[in-house]
């Protein structure tokens, strides 16, 4: 494959990595006008649903979440087209800040990218579910458990410190069930189109 080829196939997640890198490097008062922070939300800085994602809580966050997002793009490939791939980023990134802020809105404030990385993984094991079911189930299995766990017993054991900081597990949980609701639609989509090509 050509380097041109392969720059144009990962342009959406160097440009979306690039951009969380940008925002790391600013001052910490520039990066909390960017954060999730229900007050300000209400107040209308509507940007923060979106900026939020691409914020951290340090270099160690940051350089977790964006080895996560590239190790989901080498496991599912079709996750890499840029067009498809900056649509569910910023789908996944509005899904998870909605369910933040109509299900938990004890949650003031929030940083990262770990929500949207449950959504593109669930969405990446289901559009590849025939092509690899053994990988795809196994990945489902482990994000319904690690959900599960979450829900009854809080962030997995080390994940904070990992982080450097609080983990709101409610975000792995909307951003899961955002990436299951865009792979619905998009089955259903699909099949209405090959149903009326026939």
């Known amino acids: 494959m050509k380097a041109e080829s392969i720059l144009r196939r990962h342009i959406c997640p160097l440009l979306f ?9 600013l001052p910490e008062s520039f990066i909390t006008k ?3 922070q229900r007050i300000h939300i209400t107040d209308g800085e509507l940007w923060r649903l979106f900026s939020a994602h691409l914020t951290h809580l340090g270099w160690g966050h940051l350089i ?31 899904g998870t800040s909605i369910g933040l802020w109509l299900f938990s809105p004890e949650v003031t404030w929030y940083r990262g990218l ?8 669930c969405w990446g094991a289901l559009k590849q579910l025939r092509e690899q079911p053994g990988v795809s189930f196994f990945i489902l299995t482990f994000v ?7 829900q009854w017993q809080g ?5 904070e410190s990992l982080a450097a900081g609080s983990v ?3 975000a792995h949980l909307y951003g899961a069930v955002t990436g299951v609701i865009l792979w619905s639609l998009g089955s259903v989509v699909l099949k209405l189109v090959v149903e009326e090509t026939r």
Request: charged share 10%; hydrophobic share 60%; with cysteine.
């Open 17 to 25: 990595s690039l951009v969380c890198v940008l925002i790391a490097l």
């Open 155 to 159: 962030p997995l054991p080390g994940s």
């Open 144 to 150: 319904v458990i690690k959900l599960i766990w979450e």
């Open 114 to 121: 770990s929500g949207v990385l449950h959504g593109l993984l």
């Open 168 to 170: 709101i597990v409610d």
């Open 64 to 94: 977790m979440n964006l080895a996560g997002f590239w190790l989901i793009l080498a496991l599912f490939p079709k996750t890499q087209p840029p067009l498809r791939c900056m649509i569910l980023l910023v789908l996944l990134i509005l």
């Open 34 to 36: 960017l954060q999730y």
